[in-house]
């Protein structure tokens, strides 16, 4: 079991920066591929970023890339998401999340990831 919880979230105008921060605990949190997905009202959670468990390989969804930077401490146990140039449709519930098993591939469907966080709201004021 690996457990989630993000932070960073809040309102921001277009244009601005957010840092969401995700702390996790449990099983060993270096093993696992983790990604940032995000929901808006009435939408579907989309992934928005992975980050492969050693860190090396990331992916982005294209409406983010070029944005955002997503990125881990696995001595923190924590995995970040820097985001720049926020626009009005970033505006989301965002939420980390860590693949079922261990050492795979950056996934991008949610049915590919086990565990989640709670969520962190992002407002992007225009």
């Known amino acids: 079991q690996v457990q989630l919880v993000e932070s960073g979230g809040g309102l921001v105008q277009a244009g601005g920066s957010l840092r969401l921060s995700c702390a996790a605990s449990g099983r060993t949190f270096s093993s696992y591929t983790m990604g940032w997905f995000r929901q808006a009202p009435g939408k579907e959670r989309e992934f928005v970023a992975g980050?492969?468990?050693?860190?090396?390989?990331?992916l982005y969804a294209d409406s983010v890339k070029g944005r955002s930077t997503i990125s881990r401490d696995n001595v923190k146990d924590t995995v970040y998401l820097q985001m720049n140039s926020l626009k009005p449709e970033d505006t989301a519930d965002y939420y980390c999340?860590?693949?079922?098993?261990?050492?795979?591939?950056?996934?991008?469907?949610?049915?590919?990831?086990?565990?989640w966080g709670q969520g962190t709201q992002v407002t992007v004021s225009s």
């Open positions: 980050i492969s468990w050693g860190g090396g390989s990331t």
């Open positions: 999340a860590a693949q079922r098993f261990p050492r795979t591939a950056i996934l991008t469907t949610t049915s590919s990831y086990a565990y």
